[in-house]
């Protein structure tokens, strides 16, 4: 993937959905456990030394499987690259559990499936399409299976 490492810099420094410091083990062999700063900002996840301001890297959380570990840790791990496990390890297992259901809503995915479920019931009770008065009741990645159309 591409992208503009001044804009994901800035990105970084957004109003976080949730921070805190974590344990963070990362993929390779080999790699321990470290502390660091970790941000979720929109569908990214940031990490960084916990005495900098730059993030020191960057997860785009499209495509991974968040799965909650033993206790008090959870895992990052993309489709494309199952075998690389991001690891993150939470004081409490209350933490850990709210990580993991932030992380999954982050996706644009699943923000996609919540826009699709609500514009199908919104249409079921009233009758009109939500989105027609946007002008984007017709874009392809806001269809809905069943047919929905727009009037």
Known sequence: MR????????LSRQPSEKAAELGMRGP????VVKKRLV?????????FRTDEEEPIG???L??????KEDGQSFSVA????????????????EQCVE?????????YEFMRKNLIFYRTEIHR???KDPLEQYGISDETRFQVSNGLQSN
């Open 58 to 60: 960057a997860l785009l």
């Open 28 to 31: 390779k062999k080999g790699d």
């Open 99 to 107: 990580w993991v259901d932030a992380i999954i809503k982050a996706s």
């Open 3 to 10: 992208f503009n490492e001044k804009e994901l810099v800035s």
């Open 125 to 127: 009770l009233t009758g």
């Open 62 to 67: 499209e495509q991974c499987r968040v799965e």
């Open 78 to 93: 993309f489709l494309d690259e199952a075998e690389r496990k991001y690891l993150f390890e939470c004081d409490s297992e």
């Open 39 to 47: 941000k979720l900002v929109v569908n990214f996840l940031f990490y």
